[in-house]
């Protein structure tokens, strides 16, 4: 049996650092865009997502592979986004048996409104408390976790 390679205790406080990130930051990214804007974080991605597409469609299949989720749960969210008038779906023209997702006038507008929100929240609780060089420092380090959690560039983050 291999030997584990335990974290040494710089490694370890850096990992526990991370792991507090990823649970906190969700939640606050969240809580400002339901308070701001009564979205989740991931209907604001799923917007965002869509509003960057090639005239505001994805599969429904392509957007659930972009926004690393499951295509129940994105079916649901997109259903929610529906009843809203953010989205619509309809058949694809090419694939009967697949369907597109759709932004709506409306959805483009409430993404437009959500952004500055979101973006200052962003900046308040990441990007403004790192310098020029940590922010750097940050891009490069979260390429090379995503190049090995995301080989594939499945999320389709720019280079």
């Not at 584990?4 to 809580?31: C, F, G, K, M, N």
């Not at 209907?43 to 592979?65: G, I």
């Not at 090419?94 to 507008?109: F, I, P, S, V, Y």
């Amino acid at each position: 049996m291999d030997e584990v390679r335990w974290l040494t205790p710089d490694q370890l406080r850096a990992w526990i650092r991370l792991e507090a990130v990823v649970e906190l930051l969700p939640t606050v990214l969240d809580s400002q865009l339901q308070r701001d804007s009564s979205l989740t974080h991931f209907e604001y991605v799923v917007l965002a997502k869509l509003s960057e597409s090639p005239d505001q469609v994805l599969r429904m299949t392509a957007l659930a592979a972009t926004t690393n989720s499951t295509l129940p749960r994105l079916s649901h969210v997109v259903s929610r986004l529906e009843s809203r008038g953010f989205v619509e779906r309809m058949p694809c023209p090419g694939d009967r048996r697949a369907t597109n997702a759709h932004l709506t006038d409306e959805g483009r507008a409430k993404v437009v409104a959500a952004a500055p929100g979101h973006v200052a929240t962003v900046r308040e609780h990441v990007i403004d408390l790192l310098s020029d060089e940590q922010v750097e420092q940050l891009d490069g380090i979260m390429a090379a976790l995503l190049q090995k959690l995301d080989p594939s560039n499945t999320l389709r983050i720019l280079p």
